[in-house]
Nanobody, 123 residues
């Protein structure tokens, strides 16, 4: 079965940066919109950002505007989330997901999921 594997999470101090990677196996990313979701302790899963098959970007969380950047490298079958100026409220498990056709905020509509990578922002 196709799957995604995230990496790059860790512990970082407020104001720091991390770059998350998500590598696809068993399918080609160029046919999918790719999104990053996150789930903080005690909270529900929320969509963060999405990059479409043509490279268009959708932002779902205003709190990360100007701080997070999503990108994709189809040749490497990889999607990235560059996170700068991290805040404690960014602490969550970050998961990438693939969806056919176009971006959408409802995680039920996604076809393939990764297991997630923990991001902890703390002093």
């Amino acid at each position: 079965q196709p799957y995604l594997v995230e990496s790059g999470g860790g512990l970082v101090q407020p104001g720091g940066s991390l770059r998350l990677s998500c590598v696809a196996t068993g399918f080609n990313l160029d046919d999918y919109a790719m999104s990053w979701f996150r789930q903080a302790p005690g909270k529900g899963r929320e969509g963060v950002m999405c990059i479409g098959v043509s490279g268009g970007v959708t932002l779902w969380q205003d709190s990360v505007k100007g701080r997070f950047t999503i990108s994709r490298d189809n040749a490497k079958n990889t999607v990235y989330l560059q996170m700068n100026s991290l805040k404690p409220d960014d602490t969550a498990v970050y998961t990438c997901a693939a969806k056919t056709r176009y971006c959408g905020p409802d995680y039920h509509n996604y076809n393939v999921w990764g297991q997630g990578t923990q991001v902890t922002v703390s002093s």
